[in-house]
Structures are given as C-alpha cells and as structure tokens.
DNA sequence: TGCATTCGTGTGCGCCAAACACTATCCTCG
DNA sequence: CGAGGATAGTGTTTGGCGCACACGAATGCA
C-alpha cells in the first residue's frame, strides 16, 4: 500500500490537477439563478485550479470573486467529481462548492459577460456543470429544511413574505401564509425591526432580521466540518422535517419522547 | 481567472497530490467498529493517492481491498479534506469516502495487524483520520434515518432483531420492538424467506431479505451522484423523519397533504 | 372616497409517532 | 420430562403536530 500520509519526496510530476468549481445561486425576481460566465459556445461555473498554499473552500471563493465581487457569501463543499474522462484535457478532479449570496451583497459582475441565469432555463453548459448544478439544486433543496440557509439569500432586513418567497422558490411550490408565520415565529429565528418596508402598493411589512436560534451546541448537523469553516449564522438549525410525497416513514422513532 | 477546464499543457510539477481515506464499518459484538492500520505509534484509516487513471472511488475501493478482503461493500464519498497543512509531509488532499460492509462480507485482514476498532474507544489516530472518522458518525447516523444503508450491515438473510440492532448500535439508543416492526413493514422493505435461525437459545426467529420499497424514481436523494454510482439496494429510501432533541419544527410543511 | 394590493392573524381536524406487556417457542439442565 | 431461561412475535391507546382554510387592516393611487 502506498501510504498518502507518509510518502517520500514529491513524484516528479503528478498528473492529477485539482479545480474548483462554484454553482453561485441568488433570487431575482422570485426566481432562482445560477451565475455563469461565457466559455465559447457554451457557460461554465466559475471555476479555477486549486493553488499549492491555498485551502479549497479559499479556492472557491476566489473563483467567484473573479467573476462576482461580493462579501460574506455562504459557501459549502458540495462533492468532489474524479471521473477520468470529466474534462478531456487531462486529468482534472474538480472540488464543487455551491454558494448562497443575497442579490443585495452582489456588487457588480466582474469578468464581462457574466451572466445570471434562471435555473429553469439553463443554456448549454460544459463539462459536468449541469450535473454540479442539479447536484447543488437537491442539496439545497434538503438543506433548507434542516437549517437556516435560506437567510443566505436574504438582506440584512427582509420581510416575512420575503422569506416565504425564498423557501417557495427553492422548494417550488407555495407555502401556507399562517403556517409558514406560525413556524417562524415559534422557533424565534427572526426578531421584528423597528422599521418597515414600505412597498410599492398595499400595506407596509415589518421588517425582520434574522436571530441565531440555538447554541451551536455541536448537534453534529450533516456538514459539522463545512460548518466549521462557515459563518456562525448557518448552525442554527431550522428543525428537520424530511418527507417526501406519500407516505414516508423512518425506521427510527423521533428522539425526545412525548 | 485560470479556467480549470481549458487548461494548456500541463504544469511541469503541480504539487497538490490527491489521495482518498476510507472509514470502514462494520457491527461486531453489538458495538460498531472500524477498521484500522497501524502507523508507527497510532493507527490510520486505510488510505491511497489516487492514480492518474483511476476514479476516485476505486480508489478507495482499493485502499479498503488492501486491507481487508471484502467484495460488495457499499462506499460513498464523504468530503474532500484539504487544509495546506493537513499532511505535514506536503500538500496532500484526500478525498475520504465510508463504507458500510457486513462481517460476513470481510474474508480476512490482509495487511498484518489491521484491527476493527470499536467506535467508543478508538486509539489514537494520525493526522486528521479522527476527524473523518467523526464526520462519517454523523452522515451515516443521518443516512440511517432516510435512507436504507443500514441493510448494508446485515448479511443478506437477517431476523428483524437483528435489524434492529443495526438501528440501536448506530443510532445509540434503544428501540421498541413493536413500533420498529410496524414500521419495517408499512414500509414494505423486507420479504420473509422460507427460512429461520436457529439461534443457540431462545425461540427461533424467521429470516428475512432486503427488498427495495420504492423504484428510484429520482427523487434527488442526498447524493444522486454517489448513488448513481452504487448498487441499486442503496436508493431505497427508508423515508426520512429527522428530528433531534425537544421541539424541532421545518418551516416547509410536509409535501402530499393529509 | 373607492379600488387595488399586500400585510397580518386563529381554529379545528386527522394522522402518525410513541408508550406500553404479555404469550409463544425453543433449548438446556436437573 | 418438567421448569426455567432466553429470545421471538404481536395491538391498542393517546396526544402532539402538520395541514387546511378566510377575512379585516393599512397603504397608495386614481
């Protein structure tokens, strides 16, 4: 067995490139999109090669910088493709990431041409990138509701109908008004502001800013190490509530009793 | 930006090697171990750099075969580990992966002095091999809940205690009886067979086999990509009802009505 | 001042998860 | 061969929670 931890002096040369690519999601006009940057006649993911000094989730930022300038994005490991095949120019395993960023944080698109696309109307994409998109879609998807990521694609100050509106963008369907209030407000994720927003027509919302719920308190959630290199916002934890259409039912009973 | 997928020739000497570790379990005892090799002073998970042409899951397909003959093991991959200084000895980012393989299903520890380790009293381990050990815990005690791993544990005939057990060891709890029956069998997964275990004492149990509830139907699991790369029995889904300690509430409501 | 638009609020019912205890079957040993 | 030990196997009740559902309030504008 050739032991990774103890190898010798470097090969001289390794052939295997290391990348990142980054599927950026945002909402836009009650609709999800995907940053993409032109690559000949087809899109791409941000992406880059990994360099020698630099953690990957550092890589991935700076793909997306490169191509969106924005701060205090949410970013998370998403899986790591090593086909032999995926890119024909030589061996290129690549890290994905996805990433969650509120269109207010955006500031410009830098590289030109760059492109948000709503994820129902994706054009021609290279590579894997579709697969790392869908991938990072179901990901999302689940994560929502076991978290709070959901506030990543928020601003600072949002209304409550704002929040329904992201969950019903991701998940794809509408939400109940009552419910969805009455959810919110018992596990006290977000506290009301002062202000209001006063919109367009119809009445003024409160606005809203979110609130840790729970002590981290190592739960121990799906991504305990991604976590660990997030924002301290992402543990707190909305409350898992998985089901799927019919009727689904776990094998291990609910913890906590009656 | 360096674009990952375009590249021109390759770099004289890239230096980011790759490698994979795996996490091995199995239930011995009534107690969930790992497999482990030793290194100098502590002990290490089987481990390899991948090759120029190899997939990263046979990768790690084959650091586990090193160790320990098995065949049918269920793998998946778990996260890509790539802090610069993980590896004192340069930078080397290992793509771990876990496996889940019934003790029936390992022939033999092949290299001298590999061990099952029981998970609550694990020796010390080098680098950050703990660490991947403990991120595994979660995402399989995770999995368990919505997914039917759990059968990957069991030889391929097994009574209900049996499976139960499975549940207890890994989720470390007790279960009832008949609440977890009722259950296994709303949810159709299991089939009698003709045949019983004659156990050293007590009643004898009938012996049951693995059946897939649901076609795959894409439902978008956690890893559809993993999945896609494993055997079918993984997809399956148990039916995911994941709650943790006191009240825990999603703010998605449950899809399909009452 | 009326109309359009969005905000904000409570109840009732049905389902499902959890709790809970006893009989059946086999083996062993005296 | 009978008693005891061990494991297998089997239903009912109850309470919490998720879902469904409709209308008055506040604002801007014509």
Redesign the interface.
């Known amino acids: 067995?050739?032991?990774?931890?103890?190898?010798g002096p470097?090969?001289?040369?390794?052939?295997?490139?290391?990348?990142?690519?980054v599927a950026v999601f945002t909402i836009r006009d009650s609709a999800l999109h995907v940053l993409l940057?032109p690559?000949d006649v087809a899109w791409?993911l941000?992406?880059?090669?990994?360099r020698?000094?630099?953690?990957?989730?550092l890589a991935a930022r700076r793909?997306l910088t490169?191509?969106a300038g924005a701060s205090d994005v949410w970013l998370e490991?998403l899986?790591?493709?090593?086909?032999?095949q995926r890119?024909p120019?030589?061996?290129?395993?690549?890290?994905a990431h996805y990433a969650l960023v509120a269109v207010d944080v955006v500031r410009e698109l830098g590289?030109r041409d760059a492109q948000w696309w709503p994820i129902a109307a994706l054009p021609q994409l290279?590579?894997d990138h579709r697969?790392i998109i869908?991938?990072a879609l179901?990901?999302l998807?689940?994560k929502?509701?076991?978290t709070t990521v959901?506030f990543q694609l928020l601003p600072q100050r949002f209304t409550l109908s704002e929040l329904q509106r992201v969950?019903e963008v991701i998940?794809g369907?509408t939400?109940?008004k009552r419910?969805?209030r009455r959810?919110?407000d018992?596990?006290g994720i977000v506290k009301p502001t002062r202000e209001q927003r006063v919109s367009v027509t119809g009445r003024p919302a409160q606005l809203y800013r979110f609130v840790a719920a729970e002590a981290p308190e190592a739960?121990?959630?799906?991504e305990?190490?991604?976590a660990a290199q997030q924002p301290s916002v992402q543990i707190a934890?909305?409350?898992?509530?998985?089901?799927?259409?019919?009727?689904?039912?776990?094998?291990?009973?609910?913890?906590?009793g009656r």
């Open positions: 067995m050739v032991d990774t931890n103890q190898t470097l090969p001289s040369r390794y052939p295997i490139r290391v990348g990142v690519d940057a690559a791409r941000p992406s880059d090669l990994v020698p000094d630099e953690p990957l989730d793909a490169e191509v490991q899986f790591t493709f090593g086909d032999v890119n120019d030589g061996r290129v395993i690549s890290v590289e290279i590579l697969r869908d991938y179901t990901r998807r689940n929502l509701e076991y959901g969950y998940l369907r939400l109940d419910n969805f959810k919110v018992v596990l739960i121990g959630g799906p305990p190490l991604a934890r909305i409350g898992p509530v998985l089901r799927r259409r019919g009727r689904v039912i776990s094998i291990a009973p609910v913890e906590g």
